[in-house]
């Protein structure tokens, strides 16, 4: 069975940081792409981060580069996102997603919520 379960997300004052995880189960993580994505309150789901199955390098919406960081660890079919300096435009749920030519799984999400 497919699973992708996110977790780390909750209450946090402006400035802060947050480290989300994703742990994958059920498919082959080393061969798939993954990204974390974003859906605040009446908006539209916002791509934020990348790392394929190719290339460890991360990739970045620009608006995230500076205070993101995305990591993957294929020995524990997990990936996470650290963020720093949070703000309170940051509150939304955060999705992870695997994909590869043939399928695209997610997540449930995790809640993020920056207030003061």
């Known amino acids: 069975q497919v699973q992708l379960a996110e977790s780390g997300g909750g209450l946090v004052q402006p400035g802060k940081s947050l480290r989300l995880s994703c742990a994958a189960s059920?498919?082959?993580?080393?061969?798939?792409?993954m990204r974390w994505y974003r859906q605040a309150p009446g908006k539209e789901r916002e791509w934020v981060a990348e790392?394929?199955?190719?290339?460890?390098?991360?990739i970045y919406a620009d608006s995230f580069e500076a205070r993101f960081t995305m990591s993957r660890d294929n020995a524990r079919n997990t990936v996470y996102l650290q963020m720093n300096n949070l703000k309170v435009e940051d509150t939304a749920v955060y999705l992870c997603?695997?994909?590869?030519?043939?399928?695209?799984?997610w997540g449930q999400g995790t809640q993020v919520t920056v207030s003061s």
């Open positions: 790392i394929t199955s190719a290339d460890p390098t991360p």
């Open positions: 059920g498919f082959p993580f080393i061969t798939y792409n």
């Open positions: 997603n695997a994909y590869n030519y043939m399928n695209d799984y």
